[in-house]
């Protein structure tokens, strides 16, 4: 906890620097395939010292994240299985040293495929589930590419975008909230977008 803690609060000083911007893109980047700290903090701190530049920080948040998305589908692809399919270093490496990756949640990331596919996708994206576990997931399970993509950039864009607009419009008084509630916003709102959508299948 000590080390994740110094990990964001090193994340947090970039925003007080020139390289904010460019801290932030690479960070989006690397929190989809293997970095512990979402950019979310960043993000916000970036908004507040520039709100007119907010929805191009979203922007480049959910590019950055988008193709760290790609990279961590292309480590599971090419990287995750031997030959004879055991995990490889690199496998073992990620689940001994990743905050909350491990075998058994991988596994059922891969049953939840089998029930949800975009949609596992989609809410990993929007909500607190480790997006790095889902894009490696995907590539590892061979999970369709295009649907892979769609679902990143909507979510992923739908976090961002959604971050920046309150921050935004409300300014520093709802930083707090936002820094401390959010995850449970984008949770609360992932489960009543695809409550609708089961709503709607059932009642056509």
Known sequence: MKLLRKLYDWVLHWAETPYGPIALFILAFAESSFFPIPPDALLIAL?????????????????????????GYTIGHFLWWTPSNEFTSIAMFFFNNIPGFTEKLFFDVQKMYDKYDF???FTAGFTPIPYKVITISSGAF?????????????????????????IWKFGPQIRTFVDKYFNWLAVAFTVLLIGGFVAIKYAI
């Not at 007119?52 to 990279?71: D, E, H, K, P, Q």
């Not at 061979?142 to 309150?166: C, K, P």
């Open 119 to 121: 949609w596992i996708v």
């Open 47 to 71: 908004v507040l010292g520039a709100t007119s530049r907010a929805f191009m920080l979203a922007l480049n948040c959910t590019i950055a994240s988008v193709l760290g998305a790609l990279l």
């Open 142 to 166: 061979n999970i369709n590419l295009l649907m892979f993509i769609v679902a990143s950039v909507i979510s992923r864009g739908a976090r961002f975008f959604l971050v920046a607009f309150l």
